[in-house]
C-alpha cells in the first residue's frame, strides 16, 4: 500500500472510531429503554414477541432500500442485536409476585 493511501486509511478509520463511540452511546440508551421494557414483563414467555421481530426486520428492510444500503448487512444486524437484546432479557428476568 503506498503512502498516501495508508494515510488516507488511516483517517477513514480514525472517523470510523469517532463513529463507533457514537453508537455506544447509542446502544446504552437502547439498553436502557429495553430494561423498562423488562421491567413491564410479567412471565418469561413475553421476552419473545415474534410478530415484533418481523415487523422491525420489515422497516429495517424498507429503510434500508430506501436510504440505499444493502439490506442484508441491516438484516443481520438488527438480528443479531435483537436476539442479543432477547439474551439479556432472559439473564435478567425477575419472576413477578
Do not use: G, H
Not at 22 to 49: C, G, M, Y
Amino acid at each position: 500500500m503506498s503512502p498516501l493511501k495508508k494515510k488516507k486509511l488511516s483517517k477513514i478509520r480514525i472517523e470510523l472510531d469517532i463513529l463507533d463511540n457514537s453508537l455506544i452511546k447509542i446502544i446504552k440508551k437502547r439498553t436502557n429503554l429495553v430494561k423498562k421494557v423488562l421491567a413491564l414483563k410479567e412471565k418469561k414467555n413475553q421476552i419473545v414477541d415474534q410478530k415484533r421481530i418481523n415487523l422491525i426486520l420489515k422497516n429495517i428492510k424498507r429503510k434500508s432500500i430506501t436510504n440505499k444500503i444493502d439490506p442484508k448487512i441491516t438484516n443481520k444486524i438488527w438480528k443479531c442485536m435483537i436476539y442479543a437484546y432477547i439474551d439479556f432479557e432472559r439473564r435478567n428476568f425477575k419472576k413477578k409476585k
